[in-house]
């Protein structure tokens, strides 16, 4: 399936990241450029619902998660206590609905940072892989636990669609609630660590790749935007996002060569046809057999040329810029022109078929335009969607560190 290739790159990654950390190409993230961060009054407890231990993992038991990396039992520093935690979020639709995520906890007295961990796409099929099952087929059981376990306090939030929200449909690609969801999930876990006196030392991380690239990059315009009352984002890395959704659907629909990932598109494409109310029926969209097959499983096989699969009508419509209300979807997704405050490196693979390159440069360069001077971009030469993971978690991880 299309994201266990990147979990099987990203639990090697990450326990490398560790080892040469210290020998990693010196970051441009300036400390003395980045606002200081300052206590602030605690918060109401208003997201939190429930806190439940998963369990307690001895520092050799998360060494011994990626056997084949002997170099694992010197990384891994804390002992971690994982917990599921639910919490009150929001629909795309504005009702409040109980979510779902892991928190991953060292066992130590000291001030520790947040880091905020939003993971990749996970079909429905798949559903037990998002982190508040810690299963050990996610990345969540083994990278993110043992970069827990060297000084993170990890909030990894299922998003909508999984866990304790799992009766909803899976918002995918849809900015403001993956962001919402990310948010409130971190709130959460302020108030469990207030509850259980496990301090933190004010300084909040994001990371994520692909889906969790976009999420990230959603997120962090949240809460410098609307949360920074709550929040100072130290620093964000996102990997691999499709940031400038407007242009990818043009690029998509125009495209003349084989597209090997449509499947993922088309789901976004049911995200906004519903999240949007636009609501029109798959013939609109799909031409026949695929209207029909994806109409009785949105997640069925599809052809790799978009003119077989798109219908001409809406594929002119999005081309040729009449098709108002899909536009206005795109356009409010689009999270690729604005100005952070917080140094942010984009990480991309610059031969990308699934989520190509000009989503992170096109980001790179709006927000260098409106000034933002802690914005890097990070290519990955030659990089595509799955083998840039490992250098994705490698660099990110080493520019954070830094911050």
């Avoid at 709130?187 to 994001?206: G, M, S, T």
């Avoid at 410098?224 to 659907?249: L, M, R, W």
């Avoid at 009508?313 to 100005?339: E, M």
Wanted: proline share 7%; charged share 15%.
């Amino acid at each position: 399936m299309l994201f266990n290739k990147i979990n099987s790159f990203t639990g090697r990654a990450l326990l490398l990241v560790w080892a040469v950390l210290g020998l990693a190409a010196g970051s441009s993230c300036s400390k003395e450029e980045t606002s200081p961060t300052t206590e602030r009054p605690a918060a109401p407890d208003t997201h939190l619902v429930s806190s439940t231990l998963i369990g307690e993992y001895s520092t050799a038991a998360l060494a011994g998660r990626v056997p084949d990396i002997p170099l694992a039992g010197a990384l891994v520093r804390y002992p971690i206590r994982v917990y599921k935690l639910t919490y009150t979020t929001r629909t795309p639709g504005g009702q409040p609905v109980t979510a779902s995520g892991a928190l991953l906890v060292p066992v130590t007295t000291q001030a520790l940072p947040l880091l905020s961990y939003q993971h990749g796409t996970i079909r429905p099929d798949d559903e037990d892989r998002a982190p508040s099952y810690y299963k050990s087929s996610s990345e969540v059981y083994s990278a993110v636990s043992v970069l827990a376990s060297t000084g993170y306090i990890v909030a990894a939030p299922d998003y909508i669609g999984y866990g304790a929200s799992k009766a909803q449909p899976h918002p995918y690609e849809h900015a403001s609630s993956l962001a919402s969801a990310s948010l409130d999930m971190l709130r959460a876990a302020k108030e469990f660590c207030r509850k259980e006196n496990a301090p933190l030392n004010q300084k909040n991380y994001l990371l994520g790749y692909s889906e969790g690239g976009f999420a990230t990059m959603a997120l962090h315009k949240l809460m410098e935007e609307q949360a920074a009352s709550e929040f100072t984002v130290t620093a964000s890395a996102p990997g691999a996002g499709a940031y400038h959704k407007s242009a990818f659907a043009s690029y998509i629909l125009n495209s003349t060569q084989p597209l090997n990932f449509l499947s993922s598109y088309v789901w976004v494409l049911d995200t906004y046809n519903r999240v949007y109310g636009i609501n029109r029926p798959y013939t609109y969209y799909f031409n026949q057999p695929w209207a029909g097959q994806l109409q009785a499983n949105p997640f069925g096989e599809v052809p790799t040329q978009a003119s077989e699969l798109f219908a001409g009508p809406f594929r002119a419509g999005v081309l040729n810029q009449s098709d108002t209300q899909l536009l206005a979807a795109f356009r409010d997704n689009d999270i690729y022109d604005w100005k952070p405050r917080a140094p942010l490196a984009l990480f991309h693979g610059t031969a990308d078929d699934y989520v190509p390159y000009f989503n992170s440069q096109d980001a790179y360069n709006a927000m260098r335009a409106r000034g933002a001077t802690q914005v890097e971009l990070r290519p990955i030469p030659g990089g595509t969607h799955f083998s840039s993971v490992a250098t994705y978690t490698l660099s990110a991880l080493a520019f954070i560190s830094q911050c």
